[in-house]
């Protein structure tokens, strides 16, 4: 079986987006692959961060995976695997300063935290996020790594230090990691669908899937249709989010008579909005009832975490062993 490596951030609930985008491909692949499904706090310390939330978010995240029908067994907290960071170090040794200053999300980042805190310096830690990401990858030899369009700058980079790697050490020792695509839906901020649903911009710009049944309503009921003067036959991207929501949860019933409506020019938006809000609380309710129950129990699910942590840890020090030997340090007893 192939190699699986994806992990996320510990920042706050899941959204819509995060789970469309990542956790249900997590979920419909976690049996056909050896998957490694990580949630990164290092990554998560790049950016300004109370530490006295950092350790709560982290267990909330996963919690909420776990929720999502993660299994745990395929499910690991990075810091407790510290070879990550060991890694990136050795890596960053092969990873010059061009390939990082290149990456476009540090750029991005910059650019947020300027316009958070004209005060805000850039880490060298955020700085160095590709690389450490390259170790989380090539740690567990993945074979695919589950990648959006704007991950695939990190994922080339990972490639090109596993293949510098293999030719200054002399052996072909790590994959060339390749990208999984899948068939994700964009989802839109409720709110302004000229811009992705995101945590970034404010609660009302994501739909979190273990909010509150009245506010997932009073969100959708005030969700942003049309903006301007319509365009006849011309779906503007609001109503268009609307649909892609109707898809995303499986409501192709609802979806194609809709849809027949708004070509027939009977679209009533209260009825959609209506319909839309009604299918996303029948599809989150499940997610819902797992997590309530799943938080009645937390001493049980950290013992499973803590220990599929150690276990996949054995893992990255394998891994560890063997480039310690390929690069001439001394090696550790484990």
Not at 22 to 41: G, L, T
Not at 72 to 96: D, N, R
Not at 212 to 229: L, M, Y
Not at 267 to 294: H, N
Request: hydrophobic share 35%; with cysteine.
């Amino acid at each position: 079986m192939q190699r699986i490596l994806s992990g996320i951030q510990p920042t706050g609930d899941i959204h819509l987006g995060n789970y469309f985008g990542a956790i249900r491909n997590w979920k419909d692949i976690q049996d056909d692959y050896i998957c490694f499904f990580s949630v990164v706090d290092y990554h998560s310390m790049t950016m300004p961060y109370k530490a006295s939330s950092l350790r709560e978010n982290t267990w909330k995240m996963v919690f909420q995976l776990l929720a999502c029908e993660i299994k745990p067994e395929k499910l690991f907290i990075q810091s407790l695997v510290p070879e990550h960071t060991e890694l990136c170090w050795i890596l960053s040794c092969v990873c010059s300063f061009g390939e990082l200053s290149r990456m476009t999300q540090f750029k991005d980042k910059m650019d947020q935290l300027k316009t958070q805190d004209k005060d805000s310096l850039a880490s060298a830690g955020l700085f160095m996020y590709p690389a450490l990401q390259a170790a989380d990858i090539l740690i567990y030899r993945a074979d695919k790594v589950p990648v959006g369009k704007d991950q695939e700058q990190h994922l080339e980079l990972a490639r090109n230090i596993a293949e510098r790697f293999n030719y200054q050490f002399g052996k072909e020792y790590f994959k060339s990691p390749e990208p999984l695509f899948t068939e994700i839906p964009k989802l839109l901020s409720p709110a302004d669908p000229e811009k992705k649903m995101s945590k970034s911009l404010g609660e009302k710009h994501y739909i979190n899937i273990f909010g509150d049944e009245a506010f997932i309503r009073k969100q959708i009921k005030s969700a942003v249709t049309d903006t301007g003067e319509p365009v006849e036959g011309k779906m503007s991207p609001g109503v268009g989010n609307l649909f892609t929501l109707l898809k995303a949860c499986d409501n192709m019933t609802a979806h194609d008579s809709l849809m027949s409506d708004f070509t027939t020019g009977q679209l009533k938006y209260s009825i959609l909005k209506e319909t839309v809000a009604d299918t996303l609380i029948g599809f989150l309710s499940p997610f819902k009832q797992r997590y309530t129950e799943i938080l009645a129990d937390k001493p049980k699910y950290k013992k499973l975490i803590q220990e599929s942590s150690a276990e996949i840890r054995k893992e990255a020090q394998q891994t560890l062993k063997d480039v310690r030997e390929l690069t001439g340090l001394m090696n550790l007893k484990y």
